[in-house]
């Protein structure tokens, strides 16, 4: 029988989607399913965790040390918890990228990352080349599996018709000390967070300057979408960091992907792999994206936009 650890990523005391994610691609390992909930104050997010569907037991792990999701403190809590464990799993967000390596190092075990599909509870597909080729994978036997989930590729797990246990569990690990929390920088928006979004709208550098990267911002407030960005707007300066889209940003599936002034470099394409309907806009109708786009304008964005959006109401 499997026994499948996942590490839940949560936030402001609420649990992220992603971890909703990794359960579905649990229950396609086969197994029973416990989530680990690593907090300063974990109540609210056990209970979410044990509200999904598969779960079928969360352990609480109240410490002060977990105020902040330093990787370094997690990491030997994770592999104390995940003693008896076949497979420990965390979301292939900068959470999970950030965690699982060290996870993986401490259990002298190589990572399996972006798993994308689940062939058996040993072998599974992930992406390589930038997502553009896919190959199966085989962890050996006899160890346990250490692995990110690629999120975009797996639903949310539904919730269950009745929460699991929640056990609070006491670890007695000595953690490290030769790191600390100095701040957290982070945008404030109002708008649908955008790696869980069913609607995105992303700017490219064609925009020009971040006063025209408004644009953007305004036709995401009609569709009641998120916003993202190429790698070249971040570079130019446009938007920050964290809204970057792609192979170096976030993965993302929404149902309905909006790419304006976006050329397609390789390095986007992967982060919108498994996204639903793709749009774009490029005064360029060579531009890679129109190879991949369900719906292709080809025109000035600065006059297209504002007459979809008018169109859009």
């Known amino acids: 029988m499997n026994k499948i650890l996942i590490v839940a990523e949560h936030h402001d005391g609420k649990l992220n989607p992603a971890t909703a994610r990794c359960v579905s ?9 416990e989530v680990l909930v690593l907090a300063a104050t974990p109540d609210a997010v056990a209970r979410a965790a ?10 609480s792990v109240a410490h002060p040390a977990n105020v902040h999701a330093l990787a370094a403190v997690l990491a030997p809590q994770v592999v104390a918890a995940a003693a008896g464990f ?12 950030d965690l699982m390596p060290r996870v993986a190092a401490l259990l002298g075990v190589a990572q399996v990352s972006d798993l994308m599909q689940v062939e058996d509870a040993q072998r599974f597909v992930r992406p390589i080349y930038a997502g553009n080729a896919l190959i199966t994978v085989q962890a050996p036997g006899g160890q346990a599996v250490v692995a990110t989930v690629r999120t975009a590729s797996w639903p949310e797990a539904r919730a269950a018709a009745t929460p699991a246990p929640i056990e609070n569990l006491v670890l007695e690990v000595a953690l490290p000390t030769h790191t600390r929390f100095v701040a957290l920088e982070s945008g404030k928006s109002d708008r649908p967070d955008l790696q869980s979004a069913s609607r995105v709208v992303s700017g490219g550098r064609a925009l020009g300057s971040a006063e025209n990267f408004k644009l953007i911002y305004a036709l995401a407030d009609t569709l009641g979408a998120a916003v993202g960005a190429s790698r070249a707007a971040v570079d130019a300066g446009y938007v920050p960091s964290d809204m970057q889209v792609g192979q170096t940003g976030k993965i993302i ?5 909006l790419a304006i002034g976006i050329s397609g470099a390789i390095q986007h394409l992967t982060g919108i792999k498994d996204a639903g309907t793709i749009v774009a806009i490029n005064k360029d109708a060579e531009a890679p994206i129109f190879e991949i786009a369900d719906f292709g304008l080809v025109g000035d964005l600065f006059k297209l936009v504002p007459e979809l959006q008018q169109a859009l109401g």
């Open 253 to 257: 599936a929404p149902a309905l992907y």
């Open 86 to 97: 076949t497979h420990v799993l965390a979301p292939s967000t900068t959470f999970g990228k």
């Open 50 to 59: 044990a509200a999904l569907d598969g779960v079928t037991r969360v352990r």
């Open 25 to 33: 691609c649990a229950q396609r390992i086969d197994g029973d399913i």
